[in-house]
């Protein structure tokens, strides 16, 4: 069995300022990592993945996300935010030999400026 | 290249009636995934279609049913519905990769209310 736990519902930055997405999962299998990101209205884009390959990944729009098996963790972070980053994100854990993906309940990043 | 596309984008029904929701897999994706998304939260997996089966099953009543035809494309149907059915319904492709798939990518979701 899996979960996830995005700790902070909402976070709000600066703009400019580090964005950090908090997100621990548990997995009874080595699992696969993602985070996805949603804009209202829309359906889920993926941001980055870790599939047990380098510990840091570098996904699109300058997030980047450290794999920490110590700490069953998998944070997402941003040093600069932009008003464009402002929307809700989604951490998620697959083991590697299933397909069905567990969620977060999600994070609501706002950008002030 | 087209991705994830789905259908229809709106949908308002009443308690009891049944639905049917499409979707139309990313080119070269074999296996499609369903998603329901209630307000406020995250994605919760409904089932999975690989070879025009169902290859795995979430928590979810017999009322979600669903179907994959041979082009990959995917149909969920819900029965007798209710008013907690209102969601956003994500379908997702990827590849079969053995047991397991290769990355999913979501399509934009159809937005379903019951009245």
């Known amino acids: 069995a899996q979960s996830v736990t995005q700790l902070g519902s909402h976070v709000s930055v600066s703009e400019g300022a580090l964005v950090l997405l908090r997100c621990n999962y548990s997995s009874s299998v080595p699992p696969y990592l993602f985070w996805y990101v949603q804009y209202p209205n829309q359906g889920l884009q993926l941001l980055l993945k870790y599939t047990s390959a380098a510990t840091l990944v570098k996904g699109i729009n300058g997030f980047e996300a450290e794999f920490k098996k110590s700490e069953t963790s998998f944070h997402l972070t941003k040093p600069s935010a932009h008003m464009s980053d402002a929307a809700e994100y989604f951490c998620?854990?697959?083991?590697?030999?299933?397909?069905?993906?567990?969620f977060g309940d999600g994070t609501t990043l706002t950008v002030k400026p | 290249d087209a991705g994830v596309t789905q259908s229809p984008t709106h949908l308002i029904k009443t308690r009891g009636q049944q639905v049917t929701l499409r979707c139309s897999p990313k080119s070269g994706h074999d296996t499609v995934s369903w998603y329901q998304q209630a307000l406020g939260q995250g994605p919760q997996f409904i089932f999975q279609?690989?070879?025009?089966?169902?290859?795995q099953r979430g928590n979810f009543p017999d009322r979600f049913s669903g179907h994959q035809f041979p082009n990959y494309s995917s149909e969920l149907n819900v029965n007798a519905l209710l008013l907690g059915d209102s969601a956003l319904y994500l379908c997702?492709?990827?590849?079969?990769?053995?047991?397991?798939?290769?990355?999913?990518?979501f399509g934009p979701g159809t937005r379903l209310t019951v009245l």
């Open positions: 998620a854990v697959r083991p590697t030999n299933a397909g069905k993906s567990t």
């Open positions: 279609y690989y070879e025009e089966e169902e290859r």
């Open positions: 997702a492709s990827s590849r079969a990769t053995g047991v397991s798939t290769d990355t999913q990518y």
